[in-house]
């Protein structure tokens, strides 16, 4: 048989070791614990394992009032679905159950609803919401793709992290739900878009190339931007404000806080006992909640300590 350059081409290609699949993201848990009044320190008890999932559970966030906590669960192997886990109950609930990916879940300005990215059939990232109970789905931003992660300004205005192509990095966007239109403020930020209490700003990390990174606030109304304090840790990007106006931050498993009369981080717990690296996290009462007679409630997405 005669040997053609295509002949030797199938035959490279069948001796070639295929590549390796995607590696899917490391399983996190969900793990609710509290503050002490003052915000000083966390409670000495383990804390509470809520998603209880070996797959993929992150991106908590507090009901306004605390009762719940909304969180992205994928519980299938194939597309992460919105859940809700009732604190005094103990207990969760699915909320969406769609052939899509939702994440990212945020109770809507009105309280009657709450927000998501939605990974849509084609891959599409937009800005979706539904109804409390998880029903009614509908379009928020039309024409604004790919947003990557969301925060609330008011009733009619968004911060959006939306991702950048062809290698450009992500930006920081305004967007106008009555106009469907979007304006760039910043680039080369993080994933995490917070309201700062008792301000009306809304805060971000910027991720500069060959710098340190640095939290800083836009302000809606005039679009300008100014720095608060480096992160804790250099490359961390994923913070909490609470309703004192303190920011928390992650190092591995300790947490660190930082004031705007404190001058520097704190360490203000150590998880290390009970679970992993410490990213994403979720402070109740926060921007958008009251405190009441409950006790300041702290969510942290964390790896599970192996077995």
Not at 129 to 134: A, N, S, T
Request: with cysteine; proline share 8%; net charge neutral.
């Amino acid at each position: 048989m005669k040997t053609t350059p295509l002949l030797l081409l199938i035959l490279f290609l069948a001796q070639t070791p295929a590549a390796p699949p995607p590696q899917a993201p490391p399983p996190t848990e969900i793990y609710l614990t509290s503050l002490s009044a003052d915000g000083a320190s966390i409670a000495a008890a383990a804390p509470i394992n809520i998603s209880n999932n070996p797959g993929y559970d992150n991106q908590p966030s507090f009901l306004p009032d605390g009762s719940a906590v909304l969180f992205t669960s994928n519980r299938d192997g194939k597309q992460t679905d919105i859940f809700r886990y009732d604190v005094a109950g103990q207990s969760s609930t699915q909320l969406t159950r769609t052939d899509e990916s939702e994440y990212s879940p945020l109770v809507t300005p009105d309280g009657k609803g709450f927000s998501v990215i939605r990974v849509e059939a084609d891959g599409t990232q937009r800005l979706w919401r539904f109804d409390l109970d998880g029903s009614n789905p509908r379009l928020v931003l039309e024409n604004v793709k790919p947003v990557g992660y969301h925060v609330w300004i008011d009733a009619t205005h968004l911060a959006l992290f939306v991702l950048g192509g062809q290698g450009q990095p992500s930006t920081l966007q305004i967007a106008d739900t009555a106009s469907g239109r979007a304006e760039t403020i910043d680039s080369g930020i993080g994933r995490s878009l917070l309201r700062r209490p008792r301000t009306g700003t809304i805060s971000y990390v910027s991720k500069p190339a060959g710098g340190r990174w640095v939290i800083k606030e836009l302000d809606p109304k005039t679009l300008q931007t100014s720095a608060i304090v480096e992160t804790a840790d250099p490359a961390s990007e994923d913070c909490a404000w609470d309703a004192a106006g303190r920011l928390i931050m992650a190092r591995g498993a300790k947490l660190f806080i930082w004031g705007p009369t404190a001058g520097a981080w704190r360490e203000l717990g150590d998880l290390s006992a009970h679970v992993g690296r410490v990213t994403r996290l979720a402070v109740w009462p926060s921007a958008s909640g009251r405190a009441g007679s409950s006790p300041a409630r702290l969510a942290v997405v964390a790896e599970p300590l192996a077995k």
